[in-house]
């Protein structure tokens, strides 16, 4: 029989970007679930967060510094 145990998760990789399509840099992203996950935008704009459990009711939260929060919900 088979005794090992699996653990299934997944990962969310993405770019913030402003209206002019120039990367955001230092942008805190939140993921919020049945924990929150939180993750930060490189220089480029560039962010993943990893561990993410299966499930539904994700919602996604980006902070930058001169910009309105966005928030899934809205």
């Known amino acids: ?5 699996h653990i299934v998760t997944s990962a ?4 913030i970007s402003n209206e ?4 955001v840099s ?3 992203i939140l993921l919020t679930g049945k924990r ?4 930060y935008s ?3 704009g560039n962010y993943e ?11 996604l939260a980006v902070f930058a510094q001169h910009y309105h929060p966005f928030d899934s919900t809205n």
Do not use: C, W
């Open 1 to 5: 029989s088979d005794d090992s145990v």
């Open 12 to 15: 969310l990789r993405g770019k």
């Open 20 to 23: 002019g399509g120039l990367p």
């Open 26 to 28: 230092q942008a805190k």
């Open 36 to 39: 929150t996950l939180e993750a």
């Open 42 to 44: 490189d220089a480029l």
């Open 49 to 59: 967060i990893t561990g993410i459990d299966p499930g539904f009711g994700y919602e």
